[in-house]
């Protein structure tokens, strides 16, 4: 397995995964997606984080790097979108694209990374504290647009 930041060429295969985190969403336009990704994989403030077995993307998740005002000014880091193929589960994928995601915000100076979930996946939870988040020192909010 290799482990890596995502490249232009990556799209169509997140794409399929992303159909198994939210499967009721309404696919996204073929030129928005290729346009969004270009923006995402140009810039250093998002990085796509992928696990490859192969030639095939077995899993991938995101973190978004945002500047602060606060905490001497060091940053804070979001992972979202955190999947794995449903094969490759229980084998320590999501655990490495995380740790990745983590190793790139300690590399931009952040002082905290947060990790947002459903509130539904209960297994998801108990994966994300045995590796070190916590869901008491915060709590969060989020409204629907």
Request: proline content about 2%.
């Amino acid at each position: 397995m290799e482990l890596r930041y995502a490249e232009l060429d990556d799209l169509s295969q997140i794409l399929e995964l992303y159909k198994n985190l939210n499967p009721d969403d309404i696919p996204i336009d073929s030129s928005q997606a290729q346009q969004i990704w270009k923006d995402s994989v140009n810039r250093n403030i998002i990085k796509y984080i992928v696990a490859v077995d192969s030639t095939k993307i077995i899993a991938t998740c995101n973190i978004a790097i945002i500047l602060n005002l606060t905490r001497s000014g060091r940053p804070y880091g979001i992972i979202e979108n955190v999947i794995t193929d449903n094969s490759y589960r229980r084998q320590g994928i999501g655990k490495s694209i995380i740790g990745k995601a983590i190793e790139y915000a300690k590399e931009n100076n952040c002082y905290k990374v947060v990790l947002l979930s459903s509130s539904k996946r209960k297994e998801a939870h108990q994966f994300y504290e045995s590796i070190g988040f916590n869901s008491i020192s915060k709590k969060g909010f989020e409204i629907r647009l």
